[in-house]
């Protein structure tokens, strides 16, 4: 399984990069959030990628968790706010993420875990190894989070989509597919929270794959 993650932290490096390059050349805040979130993203893969292959640690498992459990949703939510919202609501929104991701890290790396749930060649459930703290965080951050980019593409989609310019059609159907991966990306984190580790790495590389073709179709230009 541990070639499911790796494939899916080598998609969200590149898809980061993409995104964290464009924000310097452009300087428009939704990139680099995105950028942000999609770097979590790697380094989530990347750390259960290494836990499968090599076993897990509590350093490990805690970077798995924080990053691809707690804050990711978050801060990709940030960006669509960004893109979306008015300045001033993004803006402070900006702060609030700040200091619920400061918390979060604190009730991660504070977290006093349940090391037996760690002897696994899989994912480890959240529910055996973090106590209830830490796993309350993530429901409200991931759910929230979740509303907000699927919300924000659903209603972008269906904004461009009514238009009869095919430059708005290709991007009403390009925002469909990034919340189409969202989705899957937080259905599958659904399915680790409960040691499905299988379902919970083809669901991670098949949803950065599909956000990152759609984000791919927005730079397209028509010939």
Do not use: C, K
Request: no cysteine; net charge positive.
């Amino acid at each position: 399984m541990w070639i499911f993650p790796l494939a899916a932290a080598g998609v969200s490096a590149v898809f980061a990069s993409i995104l964290v390059r464009g924000w310097r050349e452009r300087t428009r805040p939704h990139l680099l959030a995105w950028g942000v979130a999609l770097a979590m993203f790697a380094v989530a893969s990347g750390a259960a990628s290494l836990g499968m292959l090599a076993g897990w640690s509590e350093m490990l498992f805690q970077t798995y968790y924080l990053f691809g459990a707690v804050l990711n949703v978050p801060v990709l939510a940030l960006g669509t706010l960004h893109l979306l919202a008015p300045a001033q609501i993004a803006r402070t929104t900006t702060a609030v993420v700040i200091l619920l991701s400061i918390s979060a890290i604190f009730a991660v790396l504070g977290a006093d875990l349940h090391v037996t749930g760690l002897d696994t060649s899989g994912i480890p459930s959240g529910s055996e190894v973090m106590p209830a703290g830490p796993r309350v965080l993530s429901r409200y951050y991931s759910f929230a989070g979740f509303f907000v980019v699927v919300g924000g593409a659903l209603w972008s989609t269906w904004r461009l989509g009514r238009s009869r310019r095919p430059e708005l059609r290709r991007l009403a159907a390009a925002n469909g597919l990034i919340a189409a991966g969202t989705f899957v990306v937080a259905v599958a984190s659904g399915f680790a929270r409960y040691g499905r580790g299988f379902i919970f790495a083809v669901g991670l590389f098949a949803g950065v794959s599909i956000m990152f073709f759609g984000f791919l179709m927005t730079r397209v230009r028509p010939g």
